[in-house]
C-alpha cells in the first residue's frame, strides 16, 4: 500500500491534507491512514463497503474506539458503486465533486507523473506496460476507463509507478491520466 495519501476537493480543509498509512491500527482487516495531527482518519466500513473520513474524537468519546466496536460514523463517505463521495455539510450529507487523491511513497520524486483530469504529462511507460496494467496512453496523456471507486483509484495507484495522482469526477466512467 501507499505510505501516505494527499486528498483535495473537499469542503472541510481538515479533510484535504495528507493522510498516512498507519497499518497497526486496522478495521474490517484494512489500514487506516491518519492526517499529521491525528486528529482525522480514513477507514473502511466493511458493513457498507465503503471508505469513509471521520474526527478521532466527538468532544470526550473518542470515534476510533466506537468504530472498532461497530459503531458507523464518519463525515465523509465513498459511494463506491457510483464513484461519489459525499459530505457531511450545513446538517445534511452533499455530494462532492472533484474528489483527487495523488498517492505519496517513500522516495518519489515528487516531480513524476501527475493523473488528473485535463492535465498532461511526460511517462516514460511504454505502450505495451501500459496496456498490461490496463491503462491506454496516448499523445501524452493517460485514460484508464473504469475506475469508478476509492479502492480501484488506491489499485491504479499501488499498479502503476508512473501515477502519482488520479481524479474522479463525479457521474463519470473513466478516471483521467
Known sequence: LPAAFQMEGFWNPSFNVRFHCRSSIQI?????????????????????????VCPRRDGSEDLLEVIRNGGVRGLAYEEEERGEWREFKDGDWAFVTNVRLRAETEGK??????????????????????????????SGRGSVSGIRSFTEMKQLLESRSDVQEVLLLRRSNSAQL
Do not use: M, N
Open 28 to 52: 474490517c482487516g484494512r489500514p487506516t491512514y491518519w492526517d499529521s495531527q491525528d486528529e482525522y482518519f480514513i477507514f473502511y466500513q466493511g458493513a457498507d463497503k465503503r471508505w469513509a
Open 109 to 138: 520524486d515528487e516531480h513524476a507523473a501527475v493523473a488528473a483530469a485535463g492535465r498532461s504529462f511526460t511517462s516514460s511507460v511504454s505502450k505495451a506496460a501500459a496496456a498490461k496494467s490496463q491503462g491506454v496512453l496516448a
